[in-house]
């Protein structure tokens, strides 16, 4: 059964910690109640987390009594739609009362607010919290009783910033059910490469092509391959719209258009002029290109968040541009999770992604060295990373809190005042942090993604083009990769981390089943 008690008691336990020590001190003395409630329309994260019921227009209602055993003494009474039989031919029915107290840990009787409870509510005018009509509201409140929306959303924030062993088992089948759909994109591009996938004959002009008939030619037929492989295997939601970009079209983050073909030409980063009539012709190759897949389903409503860029062109091979980029990425992130541990501050994390780009940007020529021509100390490493010029081509943050939702927790992740920074963490420069959703100090049970990117975009490089610590020739030649962004999801343990992706992304083995090697 969804372990729903144990949530709402983190929640409640939060929740106390959340209230201002006079109405602390005084529940303490004076028993009374604690009443959150909530409404789902559709899979709202917080009250699944509460419920465990995803049936649109539930509500909740739980009470506490302040000086009891919270565990001993919890009530929850979940309201399920009632079964209209003019419903029936069009949705499958909500559980009965019978069935929902078996499903959910849910009090059957009837209950009403304390006198004197304060009623803790969801944010009221936000459209993502709708507000419980007043029929409901009328049957447990007692007239002019306190109601307050300040403190329920931050206590669940904070209660589901880390996770127990249920979340994590299905944040586990989720990222085990995108990895294999990754899988499943890169070993149909590889059978492209070989020849073993062909166009069977007539298909596309008599009749539809089947599954084992689809070449992958344009970022939709990624896409589409992507999402079939999660659906066939139970999951029914995407954890957010997949970001399939090919070519130059990889440096735009959050691209989610997914409507290009890949690359047969010249192509800019907004490039419409790939069409169909270009593709396919006998004469015509596939440019050396990267494909950038950002995508992850969820599982019971929880998500993952998978980032793999892969090689087409060039026999699914990286050109030497672009595999020096993504081994450069690959080693950001290999030296990101070895860090990770309960204690370090996530900020740490991000200076040290900073820090590995610098550093291989210098071997790569791309930044310059004090011994570069005409150069000075003003490129050693600490003063490029000060200066901040690094930002231009890893502009984001190296990850963020992962559950039910894909960017969970936000108000738990970012503390306003950010005075927690780890001993011994120099800050590097301000722009290093600006789109940076975590900034804690890591702890056990906290799963998050790391994903570091390097990208060539723009938009980006326009404000450092005359940067005295890059070498501009070194940096054309870098230019046509596009980005590589690699993304794993990990588990926070006790002396480390777990990583609960499976999809490998070595550069010999994604090389290898990219160019249908293996
Ligand atoms: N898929 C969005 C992100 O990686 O944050
Ligand atoms: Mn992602
Ligand atoms: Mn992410």
């Keep these: 059964m969804y372990p729903a008690q144990a949530h709402v008691i983190k929640t409640f336990n939060k929740l106390i910690e959340l209230l201002p020590p006079p109405d602390q001190t005084k529940e303490r003395h004076r028993p009374r109640a604690e009443l959150p409630a909530g409404l789902t329309d559709f899979h709202e994260s917080n009250f699944y987390y509460l419920s465990g019921c995803a049936v649109p227009s539930s509500y909740l209602l739980l009470t506490f009594q302040h000086g009891t055993s919270l565990a001993e003494r919890l009530l929850a009474q979940l309201f399920i ?91 586990r089948k989720a990222n085990a059910i995108s990895s294999r759909a990754h899988e499943v994109v890169m070993r149909v591009l590889g059978r492209g490469v070989r020849g073993t996938i062909t166009r069977g004959k007539g298909a596309g002009a008599d009749r539809p092509l089947l599954p084992g008939e ?90 993952s968040d998978i980032t793999r860029t892969m090689p087409v062109g060039n026999g699914g091979k990286f050109t030497p541009e672009a595999r020096a980029i993504y081994e450069l990425v690959l080693e950001m992130q290999r030296l990101s999770m070895e860090a990770l541990k309960p204690g370090i ?102 799963v998050v993604t790391v994903e570091p990117g390097i990208y060539f975009s723009p938009h980006l ?16 030649r870098y230019e046509a990769v596009g980005g590589v962004r690699i993304e794993d999801v990990v588990v926070v343990t006790q002396d480390g981390y777990e990583n609960l992706t499976t999809v490998r992304s070595d550069t010999d083995w994604v090389e290898g089943v990219c160019s249908g090697a293996l």
Excluded at 220 to 236: D, I, K, Y
């Design 214 to 303: 689809w070449l992958i030619e344009k970022e939709a037929e990624a896409e589409a391959l992507f999402v079939a492989s999660c659906r066939r295997e139970g999951s029914v939601h995407q954890a957010y719209l997949p970001i399939v970009a090919a070519s130059t079209r990889a440096s735009t983050l959050h691209y989610c258009c997914n409507d290009r073909e890949f690359a047969w030409g010249p192509v800019g980063a907004h490039d419409h002029q790939n069409g169909d009539h270009l593709a396919h012709g006998a004469d015509r190759q596939l440019n050396p290109q990267v494909l950038l897949i950002d995508a992850g389903c969820e599982w019971d409503c929880h998500a």
């Design 345 to 446: 501050h996530w900020d740490a994390i991000q200076l040290l992604c900073h820090r590995t780009l610098v550093q291989g940007f210098q071997r790569l020529g791309i930044f310059k060295t004090p011994n570069s021509p005409g150069s000075g100390s003003w490129n050693a490493e600490e003063a490029i990373l000060v200066s901040g010029v690094s930002t231009a081509f890893f502009p984001h943050g190296v990850g963020h809190s992962l559950g039910l939702d894909v960017h969970d927790v936000p108000s738990a992740s970012k503390p306003e005042r950010n005075d927690t920074i780890g001993k011994g963490v120099e800050l590097g420069h301000e722009s290093f942090y600006a789109y940076l959703r975590l900034r804690l100090h890591l702890e056990e049970g906290m």
């Design 81 to 171: 739609p009632k079964i209209e039989l003019a419903d029936l031919m069009w949705s499958v029915p909500p559980p009965t009362a019978e069935e929902a107290s078996k499903l959910y840990q849910a009090t059957p009787e009837q209950m009403k607010a304390y006198p004197g409870a304060t009623f803790h509510v969801l944010p009221k005018g936000s459209p993502l919290f709708p507000i419980l009509p007043a029929q409901y509201t009328a049957l447990i409140l007692p007239p002019h009783a306190p109601a307050t929306d300040e403190y329920l959303l931050p206590a669940l924030h904070r209660a589901r910033l880390t996770k127990d062993a249920g979340e994590i088992e299905a944040i």
């Design 461 to 476: 490089l326009a404000p450092v083009r005359d940067s005295k610590h890059i070498d501009h020739e070194v940096l054309k």
